[in-house]
């Protein structure tokens, strides 16, 4: 029995090879702040523009007849995100930030009553239902950008 060698050899496919073998070795940090910051930026976007929750739904009114979760625009500056080399976080260090996410009731800590203004109205009561307000998330729409941008970050690899 012979042994028999096919050797292939095509134009390229050598770099080819080397661009492939060099995605092992990315900087792959670079591109866990791409994806931060498209989070980020469609966080915000959903905080001053869409007032919906990640999965489309609309945020419930709120009683001062406000622009929902944008009343300062605090909220919205606050989002930021943190990136490793395997990571991206996205979020707010807001104290407030997590009743408008989950939704909750608040009680008084230190008193018998709340105490605050809605409009001109002065209010005092012993506890308030806060609707949720899903901000953070990622919607179909968002998970597409996502993929998009890493697709476009290997392929600038490979080239």
Same mark, same amino acid.
């Given at each position: 029995m012979s042994n028999a060698v096919l050797d292939v050899t095509e134009h390229g496919l050598d770099e080819a090879i080397l661009a492939i073998e060099g995605i092992a070795d990315a900087p792959r940090r670079e591109l866990m702040e791409g994806i931060g910051r498209l989070v980020q930026e469609q966080t %915000? /976007? %959903? #905080? &001053?523009? &869409? *007032?919906?929750?990640? $999965? !489309?739904? +609309?945020w419930k009114p709120n009683h001062a007849g406000t622009s929902i979760l944008y009343q300062s625009g605090a909220l919205s500056a606050s989002i930021d995100y943190r990136a490793t080399e395997t990571t991206s @976080?996205? !979020?707010t260090g @807001? #104290?407030? +930030? /997590? #009743?408008?996410? $989950?939704?909750g009731v608040i009680t008084p *800590? =230190?008193? $018998?009553? @709340? +105490?605050?203004q809605i409009g =001109? *109205?002065?209010v005092m009561t012993s506890r308030v239902t806060m609707p949720r307000r899903q901000y953070l998330g990622l919607s179909a729409d968002n998970q597409r950008d996502i993929v998009e941008a890493a697709e476009d970050w290997v392929g600038r690899l490979l080239q």
């Amino acid at each position: 029995m012979s042994n028999a060698v096919l050797d292939v050899t095509e134009h390229g496919l050598d770099e080819a090879i080397l661009a492939i073998e060099g995605i092992a070795d990315a900087p792959r940090r670079e591109l866990m702040e791409g994806i931060g910051r498209l989070v980020q930026e469609q966080t %915000r /976007r %959903r #905080i &001053e523009e &869409e *007032k919906t929750a990640p $999965d !489309g739904s +609309a945020w419930k009114p709120n009683h001062a007849g406000t622009s929902i979760l944008y009343q300062s625009g605090a909220l919205s500056a606050s989002i930021d995100y943190r990136a490793t080399e395997t990571t991206s @976080l996205v !979020g707010t260090g @807001l #104290i407030y +930030a /997590r #009743i408008h996410q $989950d939704g909750g009731v608040i009680t008084p *800590k =230190n008193a $018998d009553a @709340l +105490a605050f203004q809605i409009g =001109n *109205k002065f209010v005092m009561t012993s506890r308030v239902t806060m609707p949720r307000r899903q901000y953070l998330g990622l919607s179909a729409d968002n998970q597409r950008d996502i993929v998009e941008a890493a697709e476009d970050w290997v392929g600038r690899l490979l080239q």
